[in-house]
C-alpha cells in the first residue's frame, strides 16, 4: 500500500517538515511491517532534526514511537515481547519514521499489546516512560525520600511521579499554574500534579521559596535528596543548586549545557548506558499501563496531516499533555 509519511528535508524547524509517499519494505529478517494507529509526539522530534546539521541525513523520517497492527512478519521473527503474528497490535519505540501511515519496523522494539489498552496511552507512554524510570532511578530515591521535580505536569513528569508514588518517594512538582495550553489535560496545572499523588508548586518567581514552604508543610525536615529537571530553564537549574548539594542528584534530561557548566547529570536515550536501563523498562511500564496502574495524560488527538502543527505545539512547552497523531 502507498501511504504518507513526515520527513525532515532541512534543519530549520517544523517547516522543513514534507509528507511524502512512501510504500514500507516487504519485512526481512527480523522485521515487522505495520499500519499505524497512533504515533507520539515528543520535544525530541523536532529538537533532533534542528541538532542534526548533516544533510547527508536527509531527508530524516521523523517519530520515535506509535501504536499499530501487524500487516506483514518477517521469516522466523518474534517481537520483544514473544511471538507476533499479522493481526496483532503492537507498541514500538524506539523506531525511526513513527509519523507514517504504514512502515517496516525491527521487532525487537515491539510490544504486542493487551486488548485493554487504548492506542493512545501506548503510542504515548514509551519515550516518556523510559526517561522518567531513568530519571527516578538515577535520583537514588528511596521510600521515604522527598524529591524536587521540575515540569511534573509535563508527559516525563507525570509519569515520574507516578512511578515515584508507587515507589514511596514524595515528589513536590512544579507547573504553569495559571497558564493557558491546548489540552485537555489542563488547564489546572496544580491538579496535574496533584492528581498522581505529587505536591504542586508553581514554577516562577519565588520558586525555591515555595520549595522550602511545601517542604515544611508536607512535614519534611531539610532539603529534598534530589533535583529532576524534565523543564529545562535556567530557573530550574538555579533552583536545583541552591536546594539540593550533591550535583550527583541534580538530573536533567532537559538542559545538558548546564549540567556541563554545573557539573550535575545530563540524561539522553542516546547514550548506551541510558538507552540499555531504557529498553529494559518498556515491558514493565506497558504492563503497568496494561494494569491501569500508569496513566498517560492525553491533551489531543491530532491528524497526521497536521503533524507539523502538532509539533509546534509539543516545542512551545504549552502541550498540557501528551499529543498522539491518528494517520
Ligand atoms: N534527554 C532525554 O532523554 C529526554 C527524553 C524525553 C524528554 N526530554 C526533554 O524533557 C523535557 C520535557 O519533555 P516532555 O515530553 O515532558 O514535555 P512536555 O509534556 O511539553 O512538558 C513540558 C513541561 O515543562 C513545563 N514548563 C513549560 N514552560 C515552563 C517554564 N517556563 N518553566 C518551568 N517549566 C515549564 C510544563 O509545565 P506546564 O505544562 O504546567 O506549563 C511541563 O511540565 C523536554 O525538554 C524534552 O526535550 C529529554
Not at 40 to 68: C, Q, S, T
Not at 115 to 140: F, K, N, Y
Not at 227 to 255: F, H, Q, Y
Request: hydrophobic residues 50%; contains cysteine; glycine residues 12%.
Amino acid at each position: 500500500m502507498v501511504g504518507i509519511r513526515w520527513v525532515a528535508n532541512g534543519f530549520s524547524g517544523s517547516t522543513d517538515l514534507a509528507a511524502v509517499p512512501c510504500t514500507p519494505a516487504d519485512p526481512g529478517l527480523g522485521e515487522l511491517r505495520v499500519r499505524i494507529r497512533a504515533a507520539g509526539v515528543n520535544p525530541a522530534d523536532l529538537k533532533h532534526v534542528l541538532r542534526a546539521y548533516d544533510p547527508a541525513l536527509l531527508p530524516m523520517p521523523i517519530g520515535y514511537e506509535a501504536v499499530g497492527d501487524v500487516t506483514a512478519v518477517g521469516p522466523g521473527t518474534r517481537a520483544a515481547s514473544g511471538a507476533v503474528a499479522v493481526g496483532d497490535r503492537i507498541a514500538a519505540f524506539r523506531v525511526h519514521g513513527a509519523y507514517a501511515e504504514e512502515m517496516t519496523l525491527p521487532a525487537e522494539k515491539a510490544f504486542v499489546l493487551p486488548a485493554a489498552v487504548p492506542d493512545d496511552q501506548a503510542a504515548g507512554l514509551l519515550l516518556a516512560g523510559t526517561t522518567a524510570a531513568e530519571m527516578l532511578h538515577r535520583s537514588g530515591a528511596r521510600r521515604g525520600d522527598t524529591v524536587l521535580l521540575h515540569g511534573a505536569s509535563g508527559a516525563v513528569g507525570a509519569i515520574v511521579v507516578q512511578l515515584a508514588a508507587r515507589a514511596g518517594v514524595t515528589v513536590i512538582g512544579t507547573a504553569g499554574i495559571g497558564t493557558a495550553g491546548i489540552g485537555t489535560a489542563g488547564p489546572d496545572r496544580a491538579a496535574a500534579v496533584a492528581r498522581f499523588g505529587g505536591v504542586p508548586v508553581a514554577y516562577g518567581p519565588g520558586l525555591a521559596d515555595r520549595v522550602r514552604d511545601a517542604l515544611i508543610r508536607i512535614g519534611v525536615d531539610g532539603p529534598p535528596v534530589a533535583a529532576l529537571d524534565a523543564a529545562g530553564t535556567d530557573e530550574a537549574t538555579a533552583v536545583s543548586l541552591d536546594l539540593v548539594a550533591d550535583r550527583s542528584r541534580i538530573i536533567t534530561v532537559a538542559d545538558r549545557r548546564a549540567a556541563a557548566d554545573h557539573g550535575f547529570v545530563a540524561l539522553s536515550g542516546a547514550d548506551a548506558e541510558s538507552a540499555a536501563f531504557r529498553d529494559r523498562m518498556r515491558g514493565p511500564l506497558l504492563e503497568l499501563l496494561a494494569d491501569g496502574s500508569l496513566t498517560v495524560p492525553i491533551a489531543a488527538r491530532i491528524p497526521l496531516a497536521d503533524a507539523p502543527a502538532a509539533l509546534d505545539v509539543v516545542a512551545s512547552g504549552r502541550a498540557h499533555g501528551k499529543i498522539v497523531l491518528i494517520p
